[in-house]
């Protein structure tokens, strides 16, 4: 079983930057995939980020040349770094993590102020 604990969300005002992380605990092995995700309230659960077991990573086109994410292997945690960050980022961040079996973190708010 993994666990999946993010934080680092808060209330940052329009062009503020904010550094997410998602650290994994418990058994873990043959990562596949992790990622980044946000639900805006009333919307669907949309991919950020992503980076894979090769290392290659992904970005939604809202999120190139603003968010970056990023690993560290040894400590299992993930990270998001946001910068410019716009009223419309505001949304519960959730991490996942695929192995053999899809996890999920319990998410972090992230509320930009106009």
């Known amino acids: 079983q993994v666990q999946l604990v993010e934080s680092g969300g808060g209330l940052v005002q329009a062009g503020g930057s904010l550094r997410l992380s998602c650290a994994a605990s418990?058994?873990?092995?043959?990562?596949?995939?992790r990622g980044w995700y946000r639900q805006a309230p009333g919307n669907q659960r949309d991919l950020v980020a992503a980076i894979r077991s090769g290392g290659t990573t992904d970005y939604a086109s809202f999120a190139k040349g603003r968010f970056t994410i990023s690993r560290d292997n040894a400590e299992n945690t993930l990270y998001l770094q946001m910068t410019d960050l716009k009223p419309e980022d505001t949304a519960v961040y959730y991490c996942?993590?695929?192995?053999?079996?899809?996890?999920w973190g319990q998410g972090t708010q992230v509320t930009v102020s106009s």
């Open positions: 996942r993590m695929i192995t053999f079996r899809n996890y």
């Open positions: 418990g058994s873990i092995d043959s990562v596949n995939f």
